[in-house]
């Protein structure tokens, strides 16, 4: 018999190679896109969230409402249910990320594919992790964000990747001075500086390790992630069983050697042929370029035939919805329901707390273009189901008067959308001054630092000649400041900039709040202020 | 570090840094200081130059020149927080018509570093005369001995010190603590460090920098000046068009000037009274050989 690999299937996984280097180009790009360009408004860099069915039902059921930028999501599910799950296989990043490391690690051998058991039970998990969200959501505790590969892959590269990325980047250009080549280091830094890469994340460490830990998988099967935990896949699979590219082994070339089976990267097992499970195959050609003897191929099949399919038992499958039912009250055992948190800080235009949690998938677009690395990933201020939201923390960085970036890119309409003359008019605190830190109060010498740096015209922060007694008993009378609450916007600049660095001397917290009805300081009933409308 | 040792030089005749600008002045048959008012901030900058015996005095040919305007804030132009581009364009083009090799135009600023060089207007305005704009960079901050009453040593962007000739070109403004700010405060745009924590004794540490960084040339950009809620404003106003620059060699007398037109007697801003007593320039106005065109 002879001996061949495939030649066309071999041309179609560098073609898939290729894909899947141009989508993760692609999404690098519109990740390095997610920042002050030098425009106000910078275009739908947060598109490819929008392709995400997951995150496009979730949402929806979460939110009762539908976002209608999420139609695009209906070209991957058209996709996926006419030819298959294409998009995991050749567009996804998430996916590319572990093909890559996969390869890597079966290339140095600290991977060694295997024959899996034909009754493999661990492909369900994605299964019913998809149920667990889903269900969830349908009872408003929006939990998908932190398992949709899109919004983990973003997540885990603002905040771990490129702080990292931007460390050795230092690194290296500390050594092109030390080494007296100065001018190159100039450029270096310049071209770092344009880049705006936010590297201070108060759980850096731990998103990094999360993703760490998620590629580090790849050392026991290949595509960890794909084959047994991404509830994406697991949604796209469902829609992939009556598609029409099928594989199909020739009887008479096979030589069963089991090679196909034993390197898919997803489990699909397509020998014996019959076994071949539709739904976990992403397209990537290995089976048919891998044979021997060019046994497997990728016919059209316009009829569905017979499929094999991941036993889902029936009884888990309802333990695990009712598991989430469950669920959700156990995620509103906090006080982050019952009173508004002093340091839950939300960007300017978020929903109301409630309509905001049940939209926001924690990606990290608006911490990403966020100019003073002043939004951060919640941990408890916003209740254990808040984790990883968007927070503004002062003392990292305030909130650019100017600017409304945050506000742009967020995927689900969580923050809405404002222009910069909408923004610069939205309340999301109030400056409070510690008198007992504050050096005019305390010392009685001048400092004005946080009057000098209030954005708002006239100042919410003024002056006052104050007497203040000092420690010998003299008394001294320094300007020293006051807040105009009705001016305050709470952008936090004032807590950013005060010398009284470790524990400033004046800070922000939540109320007063446009955005909500209850945390109120001023009641502000003859003046009202626009809510944030829900966008649709 | 050619700048460095001219410094040094400078330091040790301490006695010629005192009298050495007014006598220069009364040497030379052009007037100490310039003030030029017109419709065009381009024009009247030209023009508040050349009265002064135009760039060629302040710039040979070759040397590497360091601008310095205020970016501090992300502001327009029309808000007069930052330096008025034309004023920055113009004296870029004279720079090199002068015969400068390199012209480069920086400050650290206060607000988001990218969002400041592009709303100002300033890196834009720069980069089209042919400067250079680069945002500072840590790399390039040096602890060094500024040698003053109050700061003796402080982070100092060494791209300021390694430049042939420094050119100060600050806007006119409110300031709640400095009561102004132009020329001398403008130094704290060239440093690192906790700035903030300089407002303490603000008026002693612009004294100490402005003796540390002596630039060659002054321009006062008060073709827009902010006269409350300084020093970054925010409405129109709190703008006053004033549509004039001052120019002058002596940083002390340009600042003395510059406070008239807030109606305020130079002797009534304390930093300038600390600047004349060390010897930095003269603010008597009485006693400063002015010259105020108009085009």
Known sequence: MKKEQSKKYRALQYLRIASQTVFFALFVYLLFGTRFTGEDYIGRVEVFFHFDPLLALATTLASRTFFTVFALAGITVLVTVIAGRYVCGWACPFGAIHQFFSFVFKRVKFLKPRKEEKKEKRLAWKYYLLVFVLVGSLFTVDLVGIADPLSLLYRSFVSGVLPWLAGVFSVFIGLFYSVRLASIGDSLAQFFSTLALNQTFQQGFLLSLIFLGLVLLNLTRERFWCRYLCPLGALLGLLARWNVAKVRVDPKKCIKCNLCTIHCETQANPYPNKEWRSHECVYCYTCAAICPTAAVSFPVAASPEKIEVVNLSRRKLILTSALAVVAAPFFKITPARKRAAAKLIRPPGALPEPQFLQRCVKCGECMKACPTNGLQPALGEAGPEGIWTPVLVPRIGYCEYYCSLCTQVCPTGAIKELSIEEKAKVVIGRAWINKSRCIPYVLGSPCIVCEEHCPTSPKAIKLLRTEVKLPDGSIQTPLAPVIDLDLCIGCGICENKCPVVDDPAIYVTSVGETRSEKNRLLLEILKPQALPEEPR | ?295
Request: charged share 25%; hydrophobic share 45%.
């Open chain 2, 1 to 295: 570090m050619r700048r460095r040792d001219f410094l040094k030089d400078i330091a040790v005749g301490g006695a010629l840094l005192r009298f050495g600008p007014s006598l220069l002045a009364q040497a030379s048959s052009f007037p100490g200081l310039v003030m030029v008012q017109g419709e065009s901030p381009s024009a009247i900058t030209k023009e508040a130059v050349a009265a002064l015996g135009g760039m060629k005095s302040f710039v040979a040919r070759g040397d590497r020149i360091m601008i310095k305007p205020n970016i501090g804030w992300d502001r327009t132009p029309e808000l007069a927080a930052c330096t008025n581009p034309e004023v920055v364009k113009t004296l870029v083009e004279l720079c090199f018509d002068a015969g400068a090799k390199e012209v480069t135009v920086m400050d650290n600023t206060t607000n988001q570093a990218q969002r400041c060089y592009a709303r100002s207007g300033i890196a834009e305005a720069a980069k089209s005369a042919g400067a250079k704009a680069p945002f500072v960079n840590t790399f390039r901050l040096k602890k060094m001995a500024l040698q003053g009453e109050w700061l003796k040593e402080w982070e100092v962007f060494t791209d300021f010190i390694e430049a042939d000739k420094l050119i100060n070109v600050p806007i006119a403004k409110h300031h709640s603590l400095s009561r102004l700010t132009m020329g001398m405060k403008n130094w704290l745009g060239a440093i690192g460090g906790s700035r903030n924590q300089l407002h303490q004794r603000l008026d002693e540490a612009m004294v100490d920098l402005a003796a540390f960084f002596k630039p060659e040339l002054t321009v006062l950009d008060a073709y827009r000046i902010l006269i409350q809620n300084g020093p970054q404003g925010g409405r129109l106003s709190d703008v006053k068009l004033q549509k004039a620059v001052i120019a002058g060699a002596d940083p002390a007398a340009v600042d003395a000037l510059g406070a008239t037109f807030f109606n305020i007697k130079p002797q009534e801003l304390p930093y300038l009274k600390i600047a004349r007593r060390r010897g930095l320039g003269e603010i008597d106005l009485e006693k400063i050989r002015l010259e105020k065109r108009t085009v």
